[in-house]
């Protein structure tokens, strides 16, 4: 009896270890839901802004190996770099947006929306959710706040190219998010 109720266990841990990422704040639709309206709202904000402009240092600077990198991850690594991506998000919408023409109440709702994504996904990652930081993500979020907002003294404009590259790095999380949920 007692060999029956390990090999009942183990075969239950070995199913659970080589099945997909099980998360029900993903499965349910509330990612997705969450994904839009956070991008909803970075498009309201392009809406009320003065300038629209592009930056070639921006540009230029953009990740792309981080996030082919993360591609190639586990699905756990994926939610993880998501996660931090997300985090990374909010502690620069909390910057001095005042010279920006976005209501406030959008960039709040904004950082709620993002933060409690990044919540909630971090939640999927289990025991994973708390690996360390990417630097090299991390030191690219600080050089868009001192090389972009403290340069360009946190001017409309750097606010412009700030909202335009979040939208990039959001939509490019969301394909490592669909990635996981449906490779593993």
């Given at each position: 009896?007692?060999?029956?109720?390990?090999?009942?266990?183990?075969?239950?841990?070995?199913?659970?270890?080589?099945?997909s990422l099980s998360c029900r704040w993903i499965?349910?639709?509330?990612?997705?839901?969450?994904?839009?309206?956070?991008?909803e709202l970075l498009d309201t904000m392009a809406n009320?802004?003065?300038?629209?402009?592009?930056?070639?240092?921006?540009?230029?600077t953009f990740p792309d190996h981080l996030y082919s990198q993360a591609s190639k991850?586990?699905?756990?690594?994926?939610?993880?770099?998501?996660?931090q991506v997300l985090n990374e998000t909010s502690v620069l919408f909390e910057e001095d947006h005042s010279s920006a023409s976005w209501e406030e109440n959008t960039v709040e709702n904004f950082v709620n929306v993002v933060t409690q994504q990044a919540d909630e996904l971090r939640s999927c990652i289990g025991s994973h959710g708390h690996?360390?930081?990417n630097k090299k993500l991390h030191m690219y979020f600080q050089r868009l706040s001192s090389?972009?907002?403290?340069?360009?003294g946190h001017s409309a404009e750097a606010w412009?190219?700030?909202r335009g590259e979040v939208k990039v790095h959001l939509m490019r999380a969301n394909q490592l998010v669909t990635s996981a949920t449906r490779t593993n």
């Open positions: 009896m007692l060999n029956r109720i390990f090999f009942v266990c183990l075969s239950l841990s070995l199913y659970s270890a080589g099945s499965t349910a639709g509330k990612f997705k839901k969450h994904n839009e309206r956070y991008l009320n802004s003065t300038n629209s402009t592009e930056d070639d240092e921006v540009k230029n991850a586990s699905a756990e690594d994926k939610l993880a770099f998501t996660v690996k360390k930081k090389h972009v907002l403290k340069r360009m412009e190219l700030i």
